[in-house]
Nanobody, 126 residues
Framework: QVQLVESGGGLVQAGGTLRLSCAAS????????MGWFRQAPGKEREFVAA????????YYADSVKGRFTISRDNAKNTVALQMNSLKPEDTAVYYC???????????????????WGQGTQVTVSS
């Protein structure tokens, strides 16, 4: 049974930092590209960042580029999202997701992802 469990969300002031983590089990982690998505109330789920199977390639939404960093540790089956310079508009539930992908592919569409975590709330106050 595949499980993706996010942690690290919380309440932070604008300009602050948070680090989200996602622990994966029940899958061959190094065979999956990993992504982070977010969904704010009343909005559709949107892509945030993704990383290739080996970690060689990353891709970011324009709204977070330069502020967020995605990384992975294939030895520990974890993926992280370091979020700096947080803004109130970053407030959302953040989801970790796993996608079967070729080595140098970084999927960005939610339909490309097979497995999803339960989400963790990030709230940025102004």
């Amino acid at each position: 049974q595949v499980q993706l469990v996010e942690s690290g969300g919380g309440l932070v002031q604008a300009g602050g930092t948070l680090r989200l983590s996602c622990a994966a089990s029940g899958l061959t982690f190094s065979s999956y590209a990993m992504g982070w998505f977010r969904q704010a109330p009343g909005k559709e789920r949107e892509f945030v960042a993704a990383i290739s199977r080996s970690g060689d390639l990353t891709y970011y939404a324009d709204s977070v580029k330069g502020r967020f960093t995605i990384s992975r540790d294939n030895a520990k089956n974890t993926v992280a999202l370091q979020m700096n310079s947080l803004k109130p508009e970053d407030t959302a539930v953040y989801y970790c997701a796993a996608a079967i992908a070729a080595r140098y592919i970084v999927p960005i569409g939610p339909k490309e992802y097979r497995y999803w975590g339960q989400g963790t709330q990030v709230t940025v106050s102004s």
